[in-house]
């Protein structure tokens, strides 16, 4: 199984509101990656957890916040985003960070988000 | 900070052969990935170079030379369903971390 699921798959939501994507790999993959791709850019890397740690944060905004509950699940949350936050969402795991020849990522199909 | 430039478009023709460049500027290299990514989907993995030379995978093989900081990916016997976006990613770490970035993407149109 080399498939990373995401949910939902599209999202809509009031600047006001509070919501959550989620990510799951089943993959044994230790290593997980929040992205952010507008139209027509490249992917921009947000969080990285590996071994259920944060490793990295890009300057993410704190309306972000991201939380990796087990080694399988990645959530994001969502609170008081603003219209240009709207984007697409990719989640990615590899089997370690940053080592040779096993960190290819495997995306998700990505969550489009619309803030209203 | 870290540098990638490729082409931002190419044409090519169905059964021909394409070459994609990508140049960077980066410290603390930890290797160099292509994804291919069509319209609205997510990026699907193809190759990883961290050593000089050459990685050849069906009709996808990908080159790398570190010290000119060059990269290319050459697709043979083209198919209309090539047609997408292929990004150059490199991989650096330093200081105890580690990253990934995108160039802006080339998007290749495959014409009959």
């Known amino acids: 199984d080399t498939e990373v699921t995401q949910t939902p798959k599209h999202l809509v939501m009031g600047m006001t509101n509070k919501k959550s994507l989620k990510c799951e790999q089943h993959m044994g993959h230790r290593a997980m990656y929040w992205y952010k791709q507008k139209a027509k850019k490249p992917p921009e890397l947000m969080f990285v957890?590996?071994?259920?740690?944060?490793?990295i944060n890009e300057s993410v905004p704190s309306r972000f916040s991201p939380e990796c509950p087990n080694s399988s699940l990645l959530n994001l949350h969502l609170h008081a985003l603003q219209p240009e936050d709207s984007a697409l969402y990719l989640c990615?795991?590899?089997?370690?960070?940053?080592?040779?020849?096993?960190?290819?990522?495997?995306f998700g199909p990505g969550t489009r988000l619309t803030v209203t | 900070g870290q540098n990638i430039d490729q082409p931002t478009e190419m044409t090519a023709t169905e059964g021909a052969i394409v070459q994609i460049n990508c140049t960077y500027q980066?410290?603390?290299?930890?290797?160099l990935f292509w994804y291919q990514q069509h319209a609205g989907e997510a990026p699907t993995f193809l190759s990883y170079?961290?050593?000089?030379g050459l990685e050849e995978k069906g009709r996808f093989s990908s080159f790398l030379s570190r010290s000119k900081g060059y990269s290319y990916l050459l697709l043979k016997e083209l198919q209309m369903k090539d047609s997408a976006s292929y990004l150059c990613?490199?991989?650096?770490?330093?200081?105890?971390?580690?990253?990934?970035?995108f160039g802006k993407g080339t998007k290749l149109s495959v014409i009959p």
């Open positions: 170079n961290v050593l000089d």
């Open positions: 990613a490199v991989a650096y770490s330093g200081a105890g971390s580690y990253q990934l970035t």
């Open positions: 957890y590996s071994y259920e740690k944060l490793s």
């Open positions: 980066t410290s603390g290299f930890n290797g």
């Open positions: 990615a795991s590899s089997s370690s960070m940053g080592l040779a020849g096993g960190s290819e990522q495997y």
